[in-house]
C-alpha cells in the first residue's frame, strides 16, 4: 500500500538530485573546460562532481536525520503499526536516498567529462 508513494519520494528525489547536479555542471562548464585543457583526466573530473554530489548529500543527511529524531513523536501519531523509533526504516530510507543520489548525480558527471575544452573556453 505504502510502497508507490515510497517509490515516488525516492523518484522525486532523484529528479531533483539531478536537476541541481546538472546545474551546477552547467555553471561550471568553463571550469571543466580549462581543468580537461590544462590536463585533468576524464576520471579525475567524473571524481570531482560526484564529490561535490555526495558532500550535499552528507549535508542533507547531517540535517536530516536529526530532524527525524527530533520530530519522530509527532510524526508516529501519522505511522500506524511501527514504532516512534524505527531504525531500520530511517537507515532503509538514507541508503534509498544515498543509492538515488549516485545515479542521478553519475549522469551530469559523465556529460562532464565530455566537454571540448574549446567549446568550453568560448562558452558564455
Known sequence: MRRPAVLLALFLACIGIYGVTSYAVT???R???IRIALGA???QVLSLILRQTLVVLA???AIGIPAILA???LISTQLYGLPPIDPMSTSVAAALVVAAAIVAGYLPARQATK???MVALRYE
Open 59 to 61: 549535508a542533507g543527511l
Open 115 to 117: 566537454v571540448d575544452p
Open 41 to 43: 583526466q576524464r576520471k
Open 31 to 33: 571550469e571543466i573546460g
Open 27 to 29: 555553471q561550471q562548464t
Open 71 to 73: 520530530t519522530q513523536r
